[in-house]
T-cell receptor, first 113, second 115 residues
Framework: DQQVKQNSPSLSVQEGRISILNCDYTNSMFDYFLWYKKYPAEGPTFLISISSIKDKNEDGRFTVFLNKSAKHLSLHIVPSQPGDSAVYFCAATFGRGGFKTIFGAGTRLFVKA | GAVVSQHPSWVICKSGTSVKIECRSLDFQATTMFWYRQFPKQSLMLMATSNEGSKATYEQGVEKDKFLINHASLTLSTLTVTSAHPEDSSFYIC???????????FGPGTRLTVT
């Protein structure tokens, strides 16, 4: 049972444009969501997170939007840069550090120069 | 801050031997550490969760006698692959999480090749 789903295995975007990565979840108990970025042969890097009490969190070029009623979140990258090309993992958890984090399958982003 | 290291970054071993991978949180105390395995072009597969001073909790299908996990201190966890076989060849990644927070910080991974 996939509790966290990233239905798009890949996404291609032109440099300078917006990249939108989507994620859906099924467990209504999740109250904290995270995005990680991963380059090949490296460990994932934490990017940005959002608590369920918010619907938006912004950090530089990265913004995460949360729609609790739809059980959907998205990561926006504006403007996209070639260095953003990587695999992006959506993750969800609940409680304060008391539960394991469930990861989506990842979306590979290609940013074309 | 929030740096996690892994050692070695890559290792080649022969079938039947054991390999130990270390995961260290360098600038924070990791009350919980996680071990993941990633197959080519696939997502992260959680193998086990370990809390400092406690026995690790293994995910379904992961052999605890084959993948020995020790979380002896708040900054160090080790994964030992015992009696390694070629099918154990994979990319192993650890992550660490501090007390009362949700963010995990990942190590750079260890590429294991069993010949």
């Amino acid at each position: 049972d996939q509790q966290v789903k990233q239905n798009s295995p890949s996404l291609s975007v032109q440099e300078g444009r917006i990249s939108i990565l989507n994620c859906d979840y099924t467990n209504s108990m999740f109250d904290y969501f995270l995005w990680y970025k991963k380059y090949p042969a490296e460990g994932p890097t934490f990017l940005i997170s959002i608590s369920s009490i918010k619907d938006k969190n912004e950090d530089g070029r990265f913004t995460v939007f949360l729609n609790k009623s739809a059980k959907h979140l998205s990561l926006h990258i504006v403007p996209s840069q070639p260095g953003d090309s990587a695999v992006y993992f959506c993750a969800a958890t609940f409680g304060r550090g008391g539960f394991k984090t469930i990861f989506g399958a990842g979306t590979r982003l290609f940013v074309k120069a | 801050g929030a740096v996690v290291s892994q050692h070695p970054s890559w290792v080649i071993c022969k079938s039947g031997t054991s390999v130990k991978i270390e995961c260290r949180s360098l600038d924070f105390q990791a009350t919980t550490m996680f071990w993941y395995r990633q197959f080519p072009k696939q997502s992260l597969m959680l193998m086990a969760t370990s809390n400092e001073g406690s026995k690790a909790t293994y995910e379904q299908g992961v052999e605890k006698d084959k993948f020995l996990i020790n979380h002896a201190s708040l900054t160090l966890s080790t994964l030992t692959v015992t009696s390694a076989h070629p099918e154990d060849s994979s990319f192993y990644i650890c992550s660490a999480r501090g007390s009362g927070v949700n963010e995990q910080y990942f190590g750079p991974g260890t590429r294991l090749t069993v010949t």
